[in-house]
């Protein structure tokens, strides 16, 4: 739905393409995969090696095990509250992606979601750092969007190539952008809000050196 909806924004139909005039808007193709064998955008249902070691660093790592500990209490409550099982923090940002949808689109929460929403949305800016948590965790989950990138990169600077496109768009979730950031070591991160884009551009200075130039915007920024 992202895709579509940032191709419509992008292409609005001109000319003999205008099919309705009270909608600007045609049809435009995204490319996907199956998501098993979507190996950029969905590590999780592609790479069981990924899962087994997020699953464990979870566990073991003490950032994240003395957070779960620390909120045992609040799990406790939560299960109590909601009706589900939640017992660590992908259970509980689980919950916390379904209120916080329902409260930007002014649902009424039940008044526990309403008390706990602070505690909840400490545990929505802390769950998505789980995604690369370590060296491996960031490459299994990022190595094959990050390698992609540079090839492109690449193939745009030396005009060879089977494809050298000036510009590629990967739609994904919120976590991806946060994993893009995390992986390029940007501080102070919090959970990154719908409709958030991490642009990589490739730009040449003024003496012909290569770089590029990392852009992350948001409705806030």
Known sequence: M???????GLYPPSGKDIWNDN???QPIPVHTLP???DDIAEVYHSCSKYNHLKAAAE????????FNEKNKNLYDLLSEKSGETISNIVQANSLFDTLHIEKIYNFTLPNWADE???????????APRLFTATAELTRLFMGRYFDNVLKQFEFCSSGTGPI???FRIFSGHDDQVF??????NV????????AAVAILELRKSSNGDLFVQLFYKTKRT
């Open 2 to 8: 992202s895709a579509l909806a940032d191709l419509a």
């Open 23 to 25: 909608l600007a808007w």
């Open 35 to 37: 998501e098993e064998q």
């Open 59 to 66: 566990k073991e790592l003490p950032y994240f095990r003395d």
């Open 116 to 126: 706990l929403y602070s505690s909840l949305k400490e545990i929505g800016d802390t």
């Open 164 to 166: 050298a496109e000036k």
């Open 179 to 184: 994993s893009i950031l995390s992986a390029l």
């Open 187 to 194: 501080q102070k991160l919090e959970a990154v809000p719908y």
